[in-house]
């Protein structure tokens, strides 16, 4: 069976810290991987999502990126953070093609105080 | 650009009475559409997945209808339980992409 791992589970961060949220998938191969953010108040949005190693294509200009170095690791970072990004960080594979159901993680909770 | 609505935003029922969770969605060119639940601070868990060619799915107590045409979809839960007690989250797929509603939030009382 598929499982999808996010770390860590919870973050606190300084503004204009740098950011590293990490998502693993295991039990797949060359799975199509997606970051998520659910801001309070506010439903998903996508952020990035990725069809295989070293290709992101970003959703919202923002002061994130995204690398997949591995076929199933997905990294978000952030050279600075701000405040507005303090959120829920959800990681997400599917079989391809990309409407296939999506499998969500366990999340990351950032607040940047 | 797909917008999607889930009326209620909050729902409370006593115990054992059938739950009706309703979604809409303005544009019908959609692969799917997936009902997730989630619990206060974790991630989601996928309930359902509906075709864009089917009509309905089903899952123990749960029951989900797809109107494409009309752009709507509503998630039956059966004999609700106060383990039912979550938010619920529709989801349609364009093709890679999800675009969410809200979510309504369901209290179940004991």
């Known amino acids: 069976s598929q499982t999808i791992h996010q770390w860590p ?6 503004v204009g ?11 797949t191969s060359n799975p199509n991987l997606y970051w998520y953010r659910q801001a309070a108040g506010r439903g998903l949005q996508l952020l990035f999502y990725s069809v ?5 294509s970003s959703e919202v200009p923002q002061n994130l990126s995204a690398s997949r ?27 391809k093609p990309g409407r296939n159901e999506q499998f969500f993680g366990p999340g990351t909770r950032l607040t940047v105080l | 650009k797909q917008e999607v609505t889930q009326i209620p935003a909050a ?29 206060p601070g974790k991630g989601l868990t996928s309930l359902l997945l509906i075709q864009s060619s089917q009509r309905e799915q089903t899952s123990g ?9 009309s752009g709507r ?15 619920y989250l529709c989801a349609v797929s364009g093709d890679y992409k999800l675009s969410f509603g809200a979510g309504t939030t369901v209290t179940v009382r004991a």
């Open chain 1, 9 to 14: 589970a919870t973050l606190v961060q300084p």
């Open chain 1, 17 to 27: 810290s740098p950011l590293s949220l990490e998502c693993t998938v295991e039990g």
């Open chain 1, 52 to 56: 295989g190693i070293g290709q992101i």
């Open chain 1, 69 to 95: 170095p591995q076929d199933r690791q997905f990294i978000l970072s952030s050279k600075k953070l701000l405040l507005s990004d303090s959120g829920f960080y959800l990681c997400a594979w599917s079989k």
């Open chain 2, 11 to 39: 729902l409370s029922v006593p115990e054992g009475e059938n739950l009706v969770l309703n979604c809409s969605f303005t544009d019908s060119a959609i692969y799917n559409l997936q009902w997730f639940r989630q619990d």
């Open chain 2, 61 to 69: 107590r749960l029951n989900a209808s797809l109107d494409k045409s």
């Open chain 2, 73 to 87: 979809s509503t998630l039956y839960i059966a004999a609700s339980q106060p383990g039912d007690s979550a938010t």
